[in-house]
């Protein structure tokens, strides 16, 4: 454990091999610290002690038997409920899944155990991973550790909020415009997206599948990276994810910086970006220059049509892949004398607003008549946006952007105007249909103490470079501060 | 172009989705704000470009045996499958009456 009572992996492993504490008694100290604090911040939504004790049993009988200790080994990890878990209740934050307990694990959750991590449980989403907040949970909102009376931020704002509140190490997010980078920078927590077809999907509860990825939330970059490196690669299960070898992502974190060309687009620093944030972020581009870096002013003409192609895109799949929630086969069953009113009532009743709303969006943006107008029309400009990338990365290692436009929000402060919560991820969601990498890193707090995000975007499955970035930024202003 | 009230029914017609009449009415002024938002692509000249279904990389080992051999395989989960069922008998999914007699 550190100084402010963080534990981190490699304090973690050290403590464990010193056997100054065993991983059994690391994990009830969580629960302890879960049971204490999650009645206020809401972050988790089920745990999963038999489990989690188990995992941790066997790794001290590996330690008693003086066998090595896999790279997680006793490390507690939270799983955001998106992401399926045998035996362990499996909701998405909402109704229409209460009393869904999947049959199988996701591959990642698959590949954290096989690494030695104790899984402690599922933590708080919006519905279906759908918001910017936490405020479309079926289970209530999280609360943000380090901002009283603010968002956490969304989707996977309950993974953030329970690795700022040190009641897991670290946590598995996911990410379809924004869900895992904008939680991280709300919670002051670095937050990685891995290139689209890094980390397999499997067992990654659908939400638009030409999107969704998972990645890890941690307290460091080191972090973020050591559990990347155990969730990578091909899995024949995703036929997305890709054979592209995976490199030792902690070997590369101190590579050398001198010459590194770091894109700054105009679009990204243009109007609606809040001063504050502005500030943070040009003194952060100001220590990458330090630090050996070259800054290299470019355009991505199209940054401005990436909302309204990604509100076009997602909510086209996910009408379609939300469909298969008919109180059937799992979940909530609403009873009616028809198959169809059974349908529509499960459904309507089921869902949430926000729910709701997008299949609403995305089937009418999929029907006759409007197909061309906007579906087509979306995936043309999303072309664009991801030629873009390919132009900007010919210029440039990486890019620099702020995470967001603006600090997190007030609980209930766009609430009313879904298109204002839409706004939220204006920098986030361009990444994500391009299908590269992007780590928000904290870069300071606001005047009032909000947490500030930094965005570093590399090219596809250059999450090595990515990272070595954010881990030079991270250790830079580090040193400052000590 | 507004969405009427007619194309909100459509809509939730397609999607199996009832709504009540507040959500009726919600729904159509916030679907009408957020499809005058997406009209900005109209701006654009898309001739040029493709639609972009799913991300392809060009890097290398991105595009390799994506295709797996399509053999049946078996599977013992059956019975575990239907205990999430709402209403199930071994072998079977149970639902409300499809056609009249």
């Known amino acids: 454990m550190n100084a402010d009572g963080m534990w981190n992996i490699s304090s973690v492993r050290s403590t464990i091999l010193r056997k100054k504490i065993s991983a059994r008694e690391l994990a009830e100290d969580f629960y ?158 670095p937050a990685l997206m891995p290139s689209y077809g890094r980390v397999s999907r499997y067992g990654l509860i659908a939400f638009a599948s030409s999107l969704d990825r998972i990645g890890p939330l941690a307290t460091s970059v080191e972090d973020t990276a050591a559990i990347l490196g155990v969730m990578a690669g091909r899995d024949p299960l995703d036929s997305t994810s890709c054979s592209v070898p995976v490199p030792d992502y902690q070997s590369h974190l101190g590579a050398a910086m001198d010459g590194l060309r770091i894109g700054i687009p105009r679009e990204y620093f243009g109007e609606g970006l809040d001063p504050e944030v502005r500030r943070k972020v040009e003194e952060a581009i100001g220590v990458l220059e330090k630090l050996g870096c070259r800054r290299v002013e470019l355009s991505m003409p199209h940054t401005d049509y990436a909302i309204a192609v990604y509100y076009v895109v997602a909510t086209a799949e996910a009408s379609s892949n939300l469909a298969r929630y008919d109180g059937v086969r799992y979940g909530l069953r609403e009873p009616a004398s028809t198959l169809r009113d059974m349908y529509r009532r499960t459904r309507g009743r089921g869902f949430g607003a926000e729910v709701k709303r997008r299949i609403m969006l995305g089937t009418y943006a999929l029907s006759a008549g409007y197909y061309d107008a906007y579906y087509l029309r979306a995936q043309r400009v999303r072309g664009l946006i991801a030629r873009d990338f390919s132009e900007a990365f010919q210029q440039a290692d990486v890019l620099i952007t702020p995470t967001t436009p603006t600090p997190t929000f007030r609980l209930g402060e ?41 965005q570093i975007i590399g090219p596809h499955f250059r999450e090595d470079r990515v990272l070595q970035v954010a881990r030079a930024y991270e250790r830079a202003t580090q040193d400052t501060a000590n | 172009m507004t969405i009427s009230r007619e194309d909100v029914l459509r809509v939730a017609e397609l999607a199996h989705l009832e709504l009540t009449e507040e959500e009726l009415d919600t729904y159509r002024g916030q679907l009408n704000s957020i499809l005058s938002y997406i009209d900005k692509l109209r701006a654009l000249d898309t001739s040029s470009v493709e639609p972009m279904a799913q991300i392809l990389h060009d890097a290398p080992g991105a595009e390799s045996d994506s295709l797996r051999d399509d053999v049946v395989k078996p599977d013992a989960s059956g019975p575990e499958i239907l205990r999430q069922a709402p209403d199930a ?13």
């Not at chain 1, 990498?437 to 904290?442: D, H, K, N, T």
């Not at chain 2, 008998?89 to 007699?101: D, K, L, T």
Request: one cysteine or more; hydrophobic letters at 40%.
């Open chain 1, 32 to 189: 302890v610290r879960i049971k204490r604090e999650n009645p206020h911040l809401n972050a988790f939504l089920a745990l999963s002690p038999e489990r989690a004790f188990a995992q941790a049993d066997r790794m001290d009988s590996l330690l008693a038997r003086g066998e090595r200790l896999p790279p997680l080994a006793g490390v507690p990890i939270a799983i955001k409920d998106v992401i399926s878990t045998t035996g362990i209740p499996t909701t998405c934050g909402s109704k229409i899944l209460e009393n869904y307990v999947p049959p199988y694990d996701a591959t990642a959750v698959q590949r954290l155990e096989e690494a030695g991590a104790v899984i402690l449980g599922k933590t708080n989403c919006d519905e279906f991973a759908m918001g910017s907040s936490n405020e479309n949970s079926a289970y209530g909102p999280v609360r943000n550790p380090v901002a009283p009376g603010r968002v956490p931020g969304g989707s996977s704002g309950g993974s953030a909020a329970a690795v700022a509140a040190g009641l897991a190490v670290a946590a598995l997010g996911t990410e379809t415009g924004g869900s895992i980078r904008q939680p991280g920078a709300c919670c002051g927590i």
């Open chain 2, 89 to 101: 008998i071994p072998g079977w999914f149970r639902v409300p009456r499809v056609m009249e007699r």
């Open chain 1, 414 to 454: 766009h609430t009313q105007d879904p298109l204002q919560m839409y706004l939220a991820d204006i920098f986030t969601v361009t990444a994500s249909l391009a299908g590269v990498p992007a780590i928000s890193v904290p870069c300071g707090r606001t005047a009032a103490g909000l947490p500030v995000g930094l």
